[in-house]
């Protein structure tokens, strides 16, 4: 039998150590950060980028598991977000870390690889793939959600291993797909089997830590128009399906309100300004100007509270849109058709975690040498998987990012410095630390 090592103590000079070991390795750390930002990992085409990850990863000494998500090994797992496009190219990645002698706690460290789409590229005053860097920030799609906090959780591992050190427990690094779509990818994490006593995934939320969030979901609806020729519009003849759309968009504003006037319900929810959101995110209709048009379809994110039921959000809403067709002489008898696609989310808290966050506190309170602020987000993260279908407290935590999803995202590398350090003391802290060699 092996004589157990003992664990090594995370005193003052071991603090310091690794703290000095982020700034050491910090230049190689924006670099690489940098290198990921340029190539472009929207939905659908996040292959490249994950093998950037599976090839950083595999040089690190972990093992790499690197696989191509499996819609029906998925589909009729909770928390599972209907799709309707191919994962022919949707590839995860998970690098494992085990320990010599485990003495400490496992640990999940996740992030996502997909980003949104850009946008009008003139809109931007930087090369959304450039990673150009000024006044202490960089630029790029990408870059503060999520790039940065992933590549964050390999530094993390790098700073320690640079002083001859790693976690004395698993280390799971995984990097997914489809987070800002379905969630699907750490879904198919849960499938495979990772699992551990924690979970951290670093989005940019400015060094506060996530209570709760809430669940998205995505609908589609398709309205039916009767299409004449334009000279006949004025008419009673035709029925324009856009604007007949217009119509619903306007009435769906009042199903909002009444939503969020169910705030106070909702402890983590009755003080935010305006918790859900129905977000008209796109809309596309008619053939031909000279055309009534003929259809018009529109997605609309909208969200729920932790704890609320998706299928009574789904049935409310489907009702609302059939009253307010019931209103209109023309949609009356030609009733809207309400489609799923996409987010299929339940909302999130993170509780019953008290030494998970006390461990987060002291780490915090080590680097910026104040209390842990927490906040609940009207958006919604991957941490759902691991708090509600996994048992397992997730934590939400990381650098700070401007304009997600906007134009001139830019994270802040001073930041991502601070919080690669806190990373550190916090997988020395949670999983324990050993050296590498015996
Ligand atoms: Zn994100």
Redesign the pocket.
């Known amino acids: 039998m092996n004589k157990r090592e003992l664990p090594l103590a995370l005193d003052e000079r071991m603090r310091a150590r690794l703290l000095d070991s982020v700034d050491n390795g910090f230049t190689q750390q924006v670099e690489e950060l940098a290198r990921l930002v340029r190539i472009p990992s929207q939905r659908g085409a996040e292959a490249d980028a994950q093998v950037f990850i599976a090839k950083h990863l595999t040089a690190r000494g972990l093992t790499v598991d690197h696989w191509k998500i499996d819609l029906d090994a998925i589909r009729s797992l909770p928390g599972f977000s209907p799709v309707t496009i191919s994962y022919d190219d949707a590839w995860n990645v998970v690098g494992v870390h085990r320990p010599r002698n485990k003495s400490g706690r496992s640990l999940i460290l996740n992030g996502?690889i997909d980003i949104v789409p850009v946008g009008p590229l003139e809109q931007w005053t930087k090369d959304p793939y450039g990673a150009e860097i000024e006044d202490g920030w960089m630029y790029g799609r990408g870059a503060g959600?999520?790039k940065a906090g992933l590549m964050a959780c390999i530094s993390a591992l790098d700073a320690l291993r640079r002083v001859g050190l790693q976690p004395a427990a698993e280390v799971y690094l995984q990097s997914v797909v489809e987070?800002?779509c379905t969630g699907n990818g750490a879904l198919a994490c849960l499938q495979r089997g990772y699992r551990a006593e924690a979970a951290f995934i670093p989005?940019?939320f400015g060094h506060r830590l996530m209570r709760a969030q809430v669940g998205p979901m995505w609908f589609k609806v398709l309205v039916l128009g009767d299409p004449q020729h334009a000279s006949g519009a004025f008419s009673s003849q035709g029925a324009n399906a856009i604007e007949k759309a217009i119509y619903l968009i306007g009435e769906l504003k009042e199903l909002e309100r009444r939503w969020n006037a169910r705030k106070d319900q909702h402890r983590h929810f009755c003080s935010h300004p305006h918790p859900i959101n129905f977000n008209l995110g796109k809309i596309v209709g008619g053939d031909w100007p000279s055309s009534v048009p003929a259809w018009c379809e529109f997605d609309m994110r909208v969200a729920i509270y932790p704890g609320d039921s998706l299928e009574v959000a789904r049935a409310e809403i489907e009702e609302f849109i059939r009253v307010s067709a019931a209103a209109d002489p023309f949609l009356s008898n030609h009733l809207p058709v309400v489609t799923y696609h996409g987010f299929m989310a339940e909302g999130y808290e993170l509780k019953d975690a008290q030494e998970l966050e006390n461990v987060l506190a002291s780490c915090h309170f080590d680097v910026f040498g104040t209390p842990l602020q927490e906040h609940a987000t009207a958006?919604a993260?991957d941490a759902r998987f691991f708090g509600l279908y996994a048992d397992t407290p997730a934590i939400v935590y990381g650098p700070q990012c401007r304009m997600?999803h906007g134009y001139d995202e830019a994270v802040e590398l001073e930041s991502v410095r601070q919080f690669t350090k806190l990373l550190v003391l916090f997988i020395a802290q949670w999983c324990g630390i050993e050296s590498i060699a015996p």
């Open positions: 996502h959600d999520m987070e800002e989005e940019p958006a993260t997600p």
